[in-house]
């Protein structure tokens, strides 16, 4: 069996890189830790090689098996710096970046959309990612100047689902929103003051969401350009919603009006 590799190795430093958007970028790869991430990137042929230490390899026997990719045995040293979490699961993947654009979004349009704008928290992005998922949505853009989805801490909020539906950079929202009503759907930007209550709005049509980050919610250029401004009905004392919360209530409304919801 060969040596363990270790934090010093040309593989591993070149995988380390990755933690940096940057080095993503540049790559086109990224990194998936832990067994839940490593699984949901091999179903989709995304794994190019695996780093795996003594212990993971023994309790992850059955899906190293099922990698047609490297997989190269590393030190616990060399784990730690592959790792961005506390306590490092001992098993990473080095994938490639999906390469879904909003033109292959709209090209068989989907009926629900979640568009989260300017969301710098990956936490926050990862778990809307989630419910879009969860919702039935046919993708996520998220648009402006948003977290890259591909960092750790994005793709572990998602827990697998950012596998599971098309996630889109889109950098140009009116240019994305366009696109979205020309593939015919509504449009509906979520604000404070919005002119419809969400239980009264028509959510029967297909509909693309447009949530702002609960700091400073959305542009309102991009608020005053959507068919209609939604408002969500609150009897508490809180002003407003996390951005994943509001999508949460949001998306679900939608799926639920449009049928997209199974019965379990």
């Known amino acids: 069996m060969p040596a363990a590799l270790t934090e010093r ?24 830790e832990g067994p839940n991430l490593v699984e949901a990137a091999c179903a989709r042929g995304l794994i ?23 997989v190269h045995l590393v030190t616990e040293r060399a784990a730690k710096a592959l790792s961005d979490t506390v306590t490092p699961a001992g098993l990473v993947a080095v994938c490639d970046m999906p390469a879904t654009r909003l033109e292959d979004v709209v090209a068989a349009p989907p009926r629900l959309v979640a568009v989260p704008v300017a969301i710098g928290e990956p936490g926050n992005a990862g778990t ?3 419910i879009a998922d969860a919702m039935g949505a046919g993708a996520v853009l998220l648009g402006g100047h948003s977290v890259d989805p591909y960092n750790g801490k994005c793709l572990r909020a998602s827990a697998g689902s950012i596998f599971s539906i098309p996630v889109v950079a889109a950098p140009d929202v009116p240019a994305a929103a366009a696109a979205l009503r020309a593939a015919g759907l509504r449009v509906l930007a979520t604000t404070i003051d919005g002119a419809t209550r969400l239980d009264e709005a028509d ?7 447009l949530f702002g980050a609960e700091a400073h919610g959305l542009p309102a250029e991009l608020a005053a350009a959507a068919d209609d401004r939604v408002c969500i009905p609150m009897s508490g004392g809180a002003e407003s919603l996390n951005v994943a919360a509001a999508a949460a209530i949001c998306l679900y409304q939608s799926a639920h009006a449009l049928g997209l919801l199974k019965r379990p």
């Open 9 to 32: 190795s040309a593989r591993v430093v070149a995988a380390v890189k990755l933690h940096r958007h940057v080095g993503r970028r540049r790559a086109g790869r990224f990194l998936a």
């Open 48 to 70: 190019r090689e695996v780093f795996v230490t003594e212990a993971a390899a023994q309790r992850h026997a059955p899906l190293l098996d099922a990698q047609d990719c490297p």
């Open 128 to 130: 809307l990612i989630r």
């Open 203 to 209: 959510l029967a049509a297909p509909t693309a969401w």
